[in-house]
């Protein structure tokens, strides 16, 4: 469970972002929708522990994430959350199946490959997996930015504008992807997003 307790963030001389309470039970879905700028991405920062909590809380199955170390905050994240960024991470000059393999390296030395392939298979990406992925085209590789985000079978999903630049048949397989993995992994998925188009897929919703 994801909970937020008044929690705002303020960059270097700029005005508060201020947030409204989330609550994220487990396999529950919820949208977060906002326009550009209102802070979205930071919020999702925050839950994930990639920045600190400097006013406010965030509880992940009842731990204060600002009473974790750095390194501990990483494995957890590592272990137990799924990114999805609206920029690739990935490392370019390895093929998509190492980059799979990577992922599934830290913070647990897991090396699975029937997971590696089902999860190719799913996403469509299993007669790419030898090709480098600056040989992938947009799709593909975005394909394989969600892929990444949820190999190791995350229990909480974060989702950060995971549809823009797609055209509306792309844009619903993507959610429909995200609402089946997260329902075989049992994960609860959290997408943020100005996307209007997303919002008839999602009854959870909280607007910023
Ligand atoms: N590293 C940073 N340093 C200073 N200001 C920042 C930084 N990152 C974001 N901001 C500012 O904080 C505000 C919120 O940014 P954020 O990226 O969280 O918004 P967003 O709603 O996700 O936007 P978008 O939909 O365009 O991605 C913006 O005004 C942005 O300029």
Same mark, same amino acid.
């Given at each position: 469970m994801v909970e937020t307790s008044n929690l705002s963030y303020t960059y270097d001389n700029s005005e508060a972002l201020v947030f409204p309470d989330i609550s994220l039970i487990p396999g529950e879905h919820m949208l977060v929708i906002g326009p550009s700028g209102v802070g979205k991405t930071t919020l999702l920062y925050l839950m994930a522990g990639l920045l600190p909590t400097l006013k406010g809380t965030v509880a992940i199955d009842g731990t204060e994430l600002n009473t974790l170390s750095r390194k501990e905050i990483d494995k957890f994240r590592g272990e137990? =959350?799924?990114? =999805? !960024?609206?920029? /690739?991470? !990935?490392?370019?000059?390895? @093929?998509?199946? +190492? $980059?799979? &393999?990577? &992922?599934?390296? !830290?913070?647990? $030395?897991?090396? +699975?490959?029937? &997971?590696? /392939?089902?999860?190719?298979?799913?996403?469509g990406l299993t007669q790419h997996f030898e090709k480098k992925v600056n040989a992938l085209s947009h799709g593909q590789q975005q394909r394989l930015g969600i892929a990444l985000g949820l190999i190791h079978k995350p229990k909480i999903i974060f989702a950060d504008e995971p549809t823009s630049n797609l055209d +509306?048949? @792309?844009c619903t397989k993507v959610i429909d992807l995200l609402k089946e993995e997260a329902k075989i992994c049992k994960s609860s998925l959290l997408i943020i997003t100005h996307d209007q188009r997303v919002k008839s897929h999602f009854k959870n919703q909280v607007v910023l």
């Open positions: 137990h =959350i799924g990114l =999805i !960024f609206q920029q /690739y991470h !990935f490392i370019k000059s390895l @093929n998509v199946s +190492d $980059n799979l &393999r990577l &992922r599934q390296s !830290f913070p647990k $030395n897991i090396n +699975d490959t029937k &997971r590696r /392939y089902e999860l190719a298979e799913r996403l +509306d048949s @792309n």
